[in-house]
């Protein structure tokens, strides 16, 4: 007999973590030694477990915690009945929620994707599919990553701090050397790319004035020619007429320009004077952005993200609109570990159009928290996971190890210029800085 009602939730674990992360530089400012995330673990009466990775903080924790009081009992099939039980009581969420530091500062779109994602591995594991079956299907059997290079300090993160590990090779080294130059970012860039075999490579910006990073694009395409694509990301800090000065040098060089200017305004005045294509994961960042983003023209690719867009199903719908509207979309990274790469993967493999590779945070992570280590790329690609649900599953070990970091680091949510202070006293994170 076929079962007529799915699985019930009887209990939700939520769990912080903390892994090590080297003192990578934004235009926020500096990394601490140690990334925040949140495991969340969902277990229905019949004991099927499924689980998922968001950025962490405090906030979110807390509304985590509340949120399971309204979600025990429900069924974990009945994804759009739990989505309308949390907006109930927590309301929606205003575009300027997300903050104006690189990373997404909202709640309830973590909620969204972390009991979403949770729920889908278990509905899998129930059907023996895997996620991307739930998705519409498998158009690609591996789905292609980009090199992310930052610039940096020396230093491994953790315990080390701006220390490094002597015993440490090959790209656990170089992932620990300082990149301020664009002679090290090349170098850095050769060691990322012989690991993991990327093809393409993004430059995060916005740390120095854009002369210099302009230079080190311009050194990387000398170094590897123009059948490498590049990419570059001054995380919105550069003045319009800066975006129109350096953006004209750059065409011809980038597969495409990320968020050289803020806002949609001045990304729909720029895109009508650069021909490199712009894309955005910040001045479009949710569904209420995106009819003025079509009626200006605010960028030609939308960076999509599940955990800041509300799942995997949302994204589908974003991608949805995107096809309709003319809009190539592709996908934005955070410091993660193997659970959201498994789920990035799934979504990737079912998007009807992958133009681009997707952003990965994944080579500077050491840590992991799934059974077998960490995911292997093969020229640049994370094969699509076949085992049912999300294909990976929890290492309790390892969690309880990170979970430990976090209660011992200190931290309670990301401030990368309290960080940068650290180094810089009384440096200030500037939403326009040159």
């Known amino acids: 007999m076929i079962k007529q009602k799915g699985p019930l939730i009887s209990d939700i674990i939520i769990t912080p973590i903390a892994i090590v992360d080297p003192p990578l530089l934004n235009a926020a400012g500096l990394h601490a030694p140690y990334a925040l995330r949140i495991i969340l673990e969902i277990i229905t009466d019949d004991q099927i477990t499924g689980i998922s990775e968001i950025p962490g903080n405090v906030d979110i924790e807390q509304a985590l915690i509340e949120a399971r009081q309204l979600l025990v009992g429900k069924d974990v099939f009945q994804l759009n009945q739990i989505r309308q039980v949390l907006t109930a009581s927590f309301g929606s969420e205003s575009p300027a929620e997300r903050g104006e530091a690189p990373w997404d500062q909202r709640k309830l779109v973590h909620i969204f994707s972390a009991v979403e994602v949770a729920c889908m591995d278990i509905i899998g594991k129930v059907l023996g599919r895997p996620i991307v079956d739930l998705l519409g299907g498998k158009l690609r059997d591996s789905v292609p990553f980009s090199a ?18 002597p015993a440490a090779q090959g790209w656990e080294a170089a992932r620990q050397k300082a990149a301020l130059t664009p002679a090290e970012i090349i170098m850095q860039a050769k060691a990322m790319c012989s690991e993991f075999g990327f093809k393409s490579i993004k430059l995060k910006g916005g740390v120095f004035e854009p002369r210099q990073e302009v230079d080190a694009i311009l050194a990387l395409h000398n170094e590897f020619g123009p059948e490498v694509p590049l990419r570059f990301d001054p995380n919105a800090v550069w003045k319009l ?47 209420d ?50 659970i959201s790469l498994a789920a990035m993967v799934h979504l990737g493999a079912a998007l009807p159009n992958l133009p681009y590779a ?44 990170l979970h430990k970091n976090y209660l011992n680091c200190g931290l309670t949510k990301r401030n990368d210029e309290i960080e940068m202070q650290k180094v810089v006293p009384g440096w200030k994170f500037q939403s326009t800085r040159w």
């Open 241 to 287: 007429e800066t975006g129109i000065q350096y953006g004209k040098e750059l065409e011809g060089v980038l597969e495409y320009l990320e968020d050289p200017v803020r806002g949609q305004e001045n990304m729909a005045a720029l895109r009508k004077i650069l021909k490199t294509p712009l894309a955005t994961n910040m001045c479009t960042t949710s569904f």
């Open 148 to 165: 992310y290079l930052f610039y940096k300090y020396e230093g491994a993160g953790a315990e080390y701090g701006f220390d490094v590990n």
């Open 358 to 401: 997707l952003d990965t945070h994944y080579p500077w992570q050491s840590d992991e928290i799934i059974m077998g280590g960490r995911i292997k790329f093969i020229d640049g690609s994370v094969a699509v996971p076949t085992d049912p649900g999300l294909g990976v599953e929890l290492d309790k070990v390892a969690l309880e190890k």
């Open 289 to 338: 952005d995106i009819p003025n983003s079509i009626k200006i023209g605010a960028e030609d690719i939308i960076l999509s993200d599940h955990h800041f867009w509300g799942g995997l199903k949302a994204s589908m719908t974003l991608a949805g609109i995107c096809e309709t509207f003319g809009r190539d979309l592709s996908m934005h990274s955070n410091s993660h570990l193997g």
